[in-house]
């Protein structure tokens, strides 16, 4: 199979964290955020890996996710296109018709690609997507009979689930991404509304790059027990 690694994003609100880098460049423990994805997508059998990103950043993107063992191609857009613009642009790219994998490159996850690739088939969906349970910001209080305070709890998950920026999109999903603009907006709602659209859950670790602050907490993860042993898992 191949991949899209979605790479246009500018880092613009992680500021000097960033170090001037595109934010799927970013380094987390040593090792840009692009990096753990190209391993992800490895392990999982993938031998090519299309880069979506910005015009003037390609010859970055090529040499920094060289020798990780897929193929990079990187697949400069022209002009912002958004996401599912991105997405169409460097699905041109492919070699191959089929099934693809395509991954938000500031996401930092652990995830069964290859069981998600079974579901995706086994149900026939147009799209599979990546699922995790929200966990809230804040603490919530619980309450009961008469508004009393049975008790407290620090950032719990909560009963909704949100898309990991992890998808599999057949040839139905991919004919009908947008030239500009968002899939999430437009023909991930059009499909789910025909009943086209599956879901995989994701129990792993999930974290979104997106400020200074998700980047710490990026970086005191990755240097757990547990992300260490990722990290060596994917090379």
Request: glycine share 12%; with cysteine; hydrophobic share 45%.
């Given at each position: ?60 993107f ?22 599912g613009g ?23 996850v ?5 069981a998600?690739?079974g579901?995706h ?30 008790g ?35 023909t991930?709602?059009e499909?789910?509304?025909e ?41």
């Amino acid at each position: 199979m191949e991949a899209i690694i979605l790479a246009g994003g500018k880092a613009e609100r992680l500021g000097a964290a960033a170090e001037g880098r595109p934010k799927a460049l970013v380094q987390v423990a040593s090792r840009p955020l692009a990096a753990y994805q190209v391993g992800l997508l490895a392990a999982a059998g993938v031998g090519r890996v299309i880069v979506s990103c910005s015009a003037g950043t390609e010859e970055l993107f090529a040499s920094e996710l060289a020798g990780l063992g897929p193929e990079i191609v990187p697949a400069p857009e022209p002009e912002p296109l958004g996401r599912g613009g991105g997405l169409r642009f460097a699905a041109a790219q492919r070699k191959e018709a089929g099934d693809l994998f395509a991954l938000n490159g500031d996401e930092l996850v652990d995830l069964d690609l290859g069981a998600m690739l079974g579901r995706h088939r086994d149900t026939g969906a147009a799209a599979t997507i990546a699922v995790a349970r929200l966990k809230s910001p804040f603490g919530v209080v619980d309450l009961g009979v008469d508004d009393v305070v049975t008790g407290f709890r620090e950032a719990p998950e909560l009963p909704n689930w949100v898309s990991c920026g992890v998808y599999i999109l057949g040839e139905e999903a991919l004919e009908r991404l947008p030239e500009r603009g968002d899939h999430e907006e437009t023909t991930f709602p059009e499909l789910a509304r025909e009943g086209r659209v599956h879901a995989f859950r994701n129990t792993g670790l999930w974290l979104t790059i997106n400020t200074p602050k998700d980047l710490r907490r990026a970086q005191e993860v990755m240097s757990s027990e547990a992300a260490l042993t990722l990290v060596r898992r994917l090379g």
